[in-house]
């Protein structure tokens, strides 16, 4: 528990007709952990991705997009979920009816923020109450409309040589002001000069008809339900499409990931023209399974090394692997000894390695094994604490085990409460068997075992109660054989000269 499983480095090298079942038996094995070729052997190349490669992970970078707009999750899959023949043409049929959709929305959503801007920038005009047709279209005339002081932006404009007569439009309930200038010269900066806002007088229309502030509110009010009611049609055409297609689009996603990850396979092997070599860690224990599977899907095709088994010495600790001697011609598929020889020195790093049987092969990369933590089932669920700082390395102690003794207990006397213990194991419990993601099923195990302990210490509280009143009587008792004129103990205190004769020499001594 303490230890993760020992792990084993082993070697695939078979012929490049029969590379697809394999990879395809590994996949189903689930057992290896690929480590990628760092391209150090003379002869070998990085393999190529399989036929197909790049449209299913196009494909399946599509169906994600489509499952982000759509906002499918896992409560959107199917028990038994079907998929097309043809799962591209499909996609791609979703596809364009999720984007005409989405695209609708945006636009829907970027005019209903401009009608709502307006509605904002149309304030001013609405206190002055000045139509907006007399607002522009003057010859001799500067017009600005916007907020500032009345005072200020007067005696702004009479120090204005270019500006001959002036009048100023405002109102009492804000301090929005309409300013006309005789002649149409720039008094933008004598109005910039008194903290003067302007504002954008709105395009009261072509038609050359009288056009209130209040009339022009109503038209983007109308204008702004129309949009709302177009966009909550819209996003309800969205939800029927996700409730139509987010199953379908779980389950492309689930099997073009899979596609993806055998086609991409091959780019972590060592290939010639006609063989591969792929190198990887699995547990050391299930090595056989491996073997055994691999030469059932292809026979004598391919050939199954154990390079390397990563061990604990005596003191419980990983040491570091020492590089494999090379051997002539770079030993590829050699079987590797395998009577235990002889234990490479440690340096102090992480994993000693064990020769499997008569020779030595030289590793195509050079990579830590993976971390396969080895926990009984109570013990999993403080597997997911433990990630929250960081999964231990394979040379490291895993704390889950103490976490798992020590967390809940610590707990429950926090907390120290039945009813709140039966809340916290029937959150957990709902945890545990209502949701499916690993980790939420961790904290319901969590969960119930903190509330199992919160409701064992319950009884801890009323015991310091019952000391603390017992210890309260006894003073009263105490009290009362105490002499006229001799004050009390302080609080919380015995006076020993109250005490039997034989104990107050003692405590008298003592004091």
């Known amino acids: 528990m303490l230890r993760p499983e020992k792990m084993g480095r082993v070697s695939v090298t078979g012929s490049e007709a029969v590379v697809d079942d394999v990879i395809e038996t590994a996949h189903d094995l689930n057992l290896l952990h690929l480590t990628d070729y760092d391209g150090g052997w003379e002869g070998f190349e990085p393999g190529t991705p399989q036929q197909g490669a790049d449209r299913a992970s196009e494909a399946l970078v599509t169906v994600r997009s489509l499952e982000s707009v759509l906002g499918v999750d896992e409560s959107d899959a199917e028990a038994q979920p079907v998929l097309p023949d043809d799962l591209y043409a499909e996609i791609e049929e979703v596809r364009e009816q999720v984007n005409d959709l989405d695209d609708r929305r945006d636009e829907l959503t970027d005019e209903l923020r401009s009608v709502e801007e307006q509605l904002e920038a149309i304030r001013p005009f609405v206190d002055l109450g000045i139509d907006l047709d007399l607002l522009g279209g003057y010859d001799t005339l500067s017009v600005a409309v916007g907020e500032g002081d009345e005072a200020a932006v007067g005696a702004a404009l009479a120090e204005e040589p270019d500006v001959e007569r002036y009048e100023i439009f405002a109102t009492d309930e804000s301090d929005a002001l309409a300013v006309f200038a005789y002649p149409a010269v720039d008094i933008t900066d004598a109005l910039v000069g008194a903290q003067f806002t302007a504002a954008e007088v709105p395009d009261?229309?072509?038609?050359?008809?009288?056009?209130?502030?209040?009339?022009?509110?109503?038209?983007?009010?109308?204008?702004?339900?129309?949009?709302?009611?177009?966009?909550?049609?819209?996003?309800?055409?969205?939800?029927?499409?996700?409730?139509?297609?987010?199953?379908?689009?779980?389950?492309?996603?689930?099997?073009?990931?899979?596609?993806?990850?055998?086609?991409?396979?091959?780019?972590?092997?060592?290939?010639?023209?006609?063989?591969?070599?792929?190198?990887?860690?699995?547990?050391?224990?299930?090595?056989?399974?491996?073997?055994?599977?691999?030469?059932?899907?292809?026979?004598?095709?391919?050939?199954?090394?154990?390079?390397?088994?990563?061990?604990?010495?005596?003191?419980?600790?990983?040491?570091?692997?020492?590089?494999?001697?090379e051997g002539a011609g770079g030993g590829v598929g050699e079987p590797a000894a395998a009577d235990g020889g002889e234990e490479i020195a440690a340096d102090g790093g992480s994993a000693t390695v064990t020769e499997a049987d008569g020779g030595a092969d030289v590793a195509m990369s050079h990579s830590s094994p993976p971390v396969v933590q080895d926990n009984p089932g109570p013990v999993k669920s403080f597997e997911s604490l433990v990630e929250v700082i960081n999964r231990p390395k394979y040379s490291e102690l895993d704390p889950s085990v103490i976490l798992f003794l020590t967390f809940p207990v610590f707990f429950g006397f926090m907390i120290g409460d039945l009813g709140y213990g039966l809340l916290y194991i029937a959150l957990g419990a709902l945890l545990l068997t209502q949701f499916d993601s690993d980790i939420i099923r961790s904290l319901g195990g969590v969960g119930i075992a903190s509330g199992i302990f919160t409701a064992i210490v319950r009884r801890q509280p009323a015991a310091a109660q019952g000391s603390l009143a017992r210890t309260r009587r006894l003073r009263a008792r105490l009290a009362r054989r105490e002499p006229a004129g001799r004050h009390p103990p302080p609080d919380g205190g015995l006076d020993f000269r109250l005490l039997p004769e034989p104990l107050a020499r003692v405590q008298g001594r003592d004091a």
Do not use: C, M
Not at 206 to 212: A, D, K, L, P, T
Not at 243 to 269: D, Y
Not at 277 to 300: F, H, I, N, T
């Open 204 to 325: 009261p229309g072509s038609g050359g008809e009288q056009v209130s502030p209040e009339s022009y509110v109503e038209r983007l009010e109308q204008r702004e339900r129309e949009l709302e009611s177009k966009l909550a049609t819209t996003e309800d055409r969205l939800d029927e499409l996700r409730a139509e297609v987010g199953g379908f689009l779980l389950a492309a996603e689930e099997r073009l990931a899979v596609q993806v990850q055998k086609a991409e396979a091959p780019l972590s092997f060592a290939t010639t023209e006609n063989a591969f070599v792929a190198e990887g860690w699995l547990p050391y224990e299930e090595y056989v399974d491996l073997a055994d599977g691999l030469q059932e899907a292809v026979g004598d095709h391919v050939d199954v090394d154990l390079l390397e088994v990563a061990e604990y010495d005596e003191h419980g600790h990983a040491h570091d692997s020492e590089e494999i001697t």
